[in-house]
């Protein structure tokens, strides 16, 4: 979940035609998971093939990402996961523990044929696997759109590419983006406007929203570093936190001391300080990549999606028209960019 940045943020909300021709570097894993834990069948499992291999990611990545760029004209640039840094394996142990108590609650559920339950406790129990990932990477490249595989955090490189300005903004629902510096971050790029609240059983409205790192900087009056801090001693994905301290008190605290050295002693710091700042002040990324769509292959994807992973051929036939749509609207834009050079010159 990264850290959470919430009760601080300053944010702009927008509407997905704000976003018309933008490129973003979307943060894969993130939405990924966003797929598998909301597209499943009624008692909570997975869709899979006649194989046993898991859908529910591609058909979700299929559909929104064909009508983000058919309807909107939105770029997407999707970044994947590399090996997390050694200081993120306790949060991984710890979610790797919520998912095996969210199985074993809904096979309870399941016992019971209580598929409410069992639903609202699937949607906690998701795990993306590197077979999965691969598989999406696939569908990606034959949809034509660029995939870039990040040495460590996605949400790193990602904003290391809108920070070099070769995307406009990163995309995530989660908030660690801005700690890694993207000047702009745009969370909930959806489709449907809902998000499934599994606690509560129940849906709330999603409405696109853009945060500007300076623009939040500035209302904290805090430089990016001081925000790096308060993100430490709140919790991150990479160090427990400090018991008791939110995110309103850090963001006292940082003001009035303006550094965690600088603390007073009743507060324990992390002894790895430097290690965990490094971690967002100076990821490891990566400028081996390139933003290219290189068009449609519409064979291929029939014969993987349809042949392999037992997809409808109006499933597939519906994302290809959408994608013949983008590319057109992309070819005619190039063609009347090259037209007005030609009179200038």
């Known amino acids: 979940m990264g850290f959470d940045l919430s009760p601080l943020v300053v944010k702009r909300q927008l509407s997905l035609g704000d976003l018309t021709g933008r490129t973003l570097a979307v943060d894969a894993n993130n939405m990924l998971y966003q797929f598998l834990a909301l597209i ?90 590197q077979a999965m990932q691969e598989d999406a990477k696939r569908v990606l490249q034959l949809l034509g759109i660029p995939v870039v595989q990040a040495p460590q955090e996605g949400e790193a490189q990602a904003a290391h590419m809108a920070a070099r300005g070769h995307v406009w903004a990163a995309n995530s629902r989660d908030y660690d983006s801005v700690l890694f510096g993207s000047p702009r971050l745009v969370r909930y790029m959806t489709i449907s406007g809902q998000e499934f ?25 805090l430089t990016r570093e001081q925000l790096v801090d308060l993100a430490i001693l709140v919790g991150t994905d990479f160090n427990e936190g400090i018991k008791g301290v939110g995110p309103k008190t ?20 992390p002894e790895n300080i430097e290690q965990l700042r490094e971690i967002f002040l100076k990821p490891l990324v990566t400028d081996e990549y390139r933003i290219q769509f290189r068009g449609l292959d519409e064979a291929g994807l029939r014969e993987f999606l349809c042949i392999e992973r037992d997809f409808s051929i109006e499933r597939v036939d519906l994302a290809v028209n959408r994608m013949k749509e983008f590319y057109s609207r992309e070819h005619s834009s190039l063609q009347t960019w090259i037209g007005k050079g030609s009179e200038e010159q």
């Open 197 to 221: 609240l599994p606690s509560k059983r129940t849906s709330r409205p999603l409405i696109p929203e853009l945060i500007e790192l300076q623009t939040l900087l500035d209302s904290l009056k």
């Open 250 to 269: 850090a963001l006292k605290l940082i003001r009035e001391f303006g550094s965690l050295e600088a603390l007073p002693e009743r507060y324990t710091r």
């Open 40 to 129: 499943r069948m009624r008692d909570g499992r997975p869709f899979t093939d006649s194989k046993g291999h898991t859908t529910s990611h591609l058909v979700g990545l299929l559909l929104r990402t064909t009508r983000l760029m058919a309807d909107y004209s939105i770029r997407p640039v999707f970044v994947f996961d590399g090996r997390p840094p050694d200081l993120k394996m306790r949060t991984i142990r710890e979610r790797r523990g919520q998912r095996e108590r969210a199985r074993r609650e809904w096979e309870v559920a399941v016992s019971k044929a209580d598929y409410s339950t069992a639903w609202s406790k699937a949607t906690r129990m998701s795990s993306l696997t």
